[in-house]
């Protein structure tokens, strides 16, 4: 497309050099480029992008796209106020916007967001649709499996899987909108059919200061909505939102377990296998769920997927068909089913209210002990250590601490910080360093009646310890100690 397309109706405060060229690609980093593209300088949290202009250049870039002054000599420079929103406005018109050809749903909340768009991929799979998923574990299109590297992908990236859906014949298409991704404009001009709250509560305040920042990060997503707002009015924050958005236009639906939602989860049982329950909703739905999750927090997530269906006016017996066969998401409370002499459940688990619902859900079915084996992310928000740790203490009957993907910090410092919460509590504990050792230290602890969690890292295959990326998979580890230690 020629850049004086691209760039028609974005506010520009500067131009130079001439717009009457072909774009081919666009690019946010330098390491990237293709001979051919705009490069998007952008000044991030740890380097700015305005410094590798020479490098872009020299690698066959024609266009530059910058939020300062930048003088090159016979360079074709736009310069806007704000690079990544124009990156976002230029993509999307790139790829002819693809959001417009699509149902497109954005999943925001703390925690819940990867389960219920897998839970939606389901039900829309049910009823005949061909459909595509973005999200932390990967991006599908229809079958095929995209490795993914962040939540929400930068806007570009965002834009070309949407494309790539429309080209692929893709109808309807369920993504996780992350808080980074609203805050950072990954899906300004992005068109959702259907937006949905599962629930806020502290995480990520590294990034957003405080909660209420990262509450108006998540709401910008209802106000990018066509069609309705789903959300979840058992959760404090959820309630509140309802009250913001009611001079929006767009419709809002609620769930919950109360009778003040509109779709109503009631006769919530559970076994050590699986929850069954009830929804009721408007016109008259009525229907029987079964889950092989046996959490409270399946039930929620179960709510808002039927609540959207609902929504895209899927068929109540549609939805409780797709739900009935749903087989759970990699990674979340996931059972390790090799193991049987005692029961190892491996979670995603690595926010506080994550950490305490999985353990308070555990504890209905737990015949003796659970012994809880987690950590916390490096360069991430460090006020959640201590409450975790002081959550497992609480709720855990012996916890072995040990890291998680410590990244650049010292793990020791990190591990201190979650005891700092831990030895509030009367709970029992161990320091293990070594997430396999620590593993190893809980398998060979369990005995019959017991569950072993392993929380925090869920789907995830690696490990990130400074700069090395070392495979691992709590899961498998799990088992290869547990046959290592003759406990299979
Ligand atoms: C906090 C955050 O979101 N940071 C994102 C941000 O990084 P940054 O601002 O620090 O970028 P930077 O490293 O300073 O670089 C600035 C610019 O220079 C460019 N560059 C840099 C070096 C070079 O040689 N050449 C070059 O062009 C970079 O590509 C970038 O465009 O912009 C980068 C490029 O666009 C992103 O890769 C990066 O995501 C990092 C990897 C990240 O970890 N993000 C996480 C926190 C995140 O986004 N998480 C949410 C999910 C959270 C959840 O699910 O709960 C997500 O949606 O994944
Ligand atoms: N509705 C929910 N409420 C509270 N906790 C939940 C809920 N759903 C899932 N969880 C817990 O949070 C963990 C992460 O779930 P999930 O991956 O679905 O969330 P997410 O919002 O996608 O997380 P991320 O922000 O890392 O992408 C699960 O392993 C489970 O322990
Ligand atoms: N989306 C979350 C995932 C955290 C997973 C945990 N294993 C960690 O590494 O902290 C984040 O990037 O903060
Ligand atoms: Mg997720």
Excluded at 300 to 314: P, V
Aim: proline letters at 3%; hydrophobic letters at 40%.
């Amino acid at each position: 497309m020629r850049l004086n397309k691209l760039i028609e109706q974005l506010e520009v405060k500067k131009l130079e050099g001439n717009t009457d060229i072909e774009i081919n690609n666009l690019h946010y980093d330098s390491r990237q480029i293709q001979p051919g593209g705009l490069f998007v300088c952008i000044k991030g949290f740890k380097t700015d992008g305005h410094l590798y202009i020479q490098e872009a250049l020299k690698k066959g870039a024609v266009a530059i796209l910058a939020s300062q002054d930048v003088n090159i000599e016979g360079a074709t420079v736009v310069q806007v106020e704000d690079t990544r929103n124009a990156m976002a406005f230029i993509a999307n018109k790139f790829f002819n916007k693809p959001s417009l050809y699509l149902d497109l749903i954005g999943v925001t909340g703390t925690n819940g967001k990867t389960s219920v768009t897998y839970m939606i991929k389901k039900i829309l799979e049910e009823a005949g649709k061909k459909a595509g998923l973005v999200g932390t574990i990967a991006t599908w299109i229809d079958k095929v499996k995209i490795d993914a590297v962040r939540t929400t992908p930068e806007a570009f990236d965002l834009q070309y899987l949407l494309n790539r859906m429309v080209e692929e014949k893709i109808d309807s298409c369920v993504m996780e909108v992350s808080s980074h991704s609203l805050e950072l404009g990954r899906v300004e001009g992005v068109n959702f059919k259907v937006g949905i709250f599962t629930n806020l509560t502290p995480d990520h305040l590294d990034f957003h200061d405080n909660l209420e920042n990262y509450k108006n990060a998540k709401k910008k997503l209802f106000y990018k909505t066509s069609l309705c707002n789903v959300i979840n009015i058992d959760d404090k924050v959820g309630k509140e939102i309802v009250e913001d958005l009611k001079d929006l236009k767009t419709c809002i639906f609620t769930y919950g377990t109360t009778q003040k939602s509109d779709f109503t989860a009631s006769s919530i049982k559970f076994t050590s296998k699986e929850v069954s329950f009830k929804v009721v909703g408007p016109m008259d739905f009525d229907i029987d769920i079964k889950l092989p999750i046996p959490a409270m927090f399946a039930v929620y997530n179960a709510l808002a997927a039927i609540t959207c269906c609902y929504c895209l006016q899927i068929p109540a017996e549609v939805i409780k068909r797709g739900l009935n066969e749903f087989s759970g998401v990699p990674g979340r409370f996931e059972v390790v089913p090799e193991i049987q002499q005692f029961s190892v459940i491996v979670d995603y688990a690595h926010t506080p209210d994550a950490l305490e619902n999985l353990l308070k859900s555990t504890r209905e079915f737990t015949a003796n002990r659970i012994i809880t084996v987690f950590g916390c992310g490096g360069d991430r928000d460090q006020s959640k250590r201590p409450i975790m740790g002081e959550i497992s203490g609480e709720y855990s009957d012996f916890t072995i601490l040990t890291s998680d993907n410590p990244r650049s910090e010292d793990p020791n410092i990190i591990l201190s910080m979650i005891e700092e919460g831990i030895k509030s509590t009367k709970g029992n504990y161990i320091i293990i360093e070594d997430r396999k050792e620590a593993i190893r230290y809980a398998i060979k602890e369990a005995n019959k009646g017991d569950i072993v969690l392993i929380a925090g890292k869920g789907h995830e295959i690696t490990q990130v310890i400074m700069d090395k990326v070392i495979v691992f998979d709590d899961r498998l580890v799990a088992i290869e100690v547990a046959r290592e230690e003759g406990r299979l």
